[in-house]
Nanobody, 118 residues
Framework: QVQLVESGGGLVQPGGSLTLSCAAS??????MGWHRQAPGEERELVAR???????TYGDSVLGRFTISRDNAKNTVYLQMNSLKSEDTAVYYC??????????????WGQGTQVTVSS
């Protein structure tokens, strides 16, 4: 069973920075990424990255957030800069595990709270 362990959330002032980490157990992953969900809002894509390092960002974080991954450690990171109050949300990481027969299954982390407030 794949498990994803997130860390790095917390309280930060507007304009500050945080780095989230997500380590996945298991052996082989294709896409990895982060979504977030604010109270009363739908879950939205923050950023994703494939094994080759190609990235996609949500419009609201483009230019402020950077996603990266360490394939040897099955770990994905999210560097968040210039944080705004509207970035306040629970952040969820995911990892797409690729089986020996090529099927793909997505697993989610438990979520980590990020609060941007003065």
């Amino acid at each position: 069973q794949v498990q994803l362990v997130e860390s790095g959330g917390g309280l930060v002032q507007p304009g500050g920075s945080l780095t989230l980490s997500c380590a996945a157990s298991g052996s082989r992953f294709s896409g990895m990424g982060w979504h977030r969900q604010a109270p009363g809002e739908e879950r939205e894509l923050v950023a994703r990255i494939n094994t080759g390092g190609s990235t996609t960002y949500g419009d609201s974080v483009l230019g402020r957030f950077t996603i990266s991954r360490d394939n040897a450690k099955n770990t994905v990171y999210l560097q968040m800069n210039s944080l705004k109050s509207e970035d306040t949300a629970v952040y969820y990481c995911y990892a797409n595990e690729v089986s020996s027969i090529g099927s793909v299954e997505r697993y989610w982390g438990q979520g980590t709270q990020v609060t941007v407030s003065s």
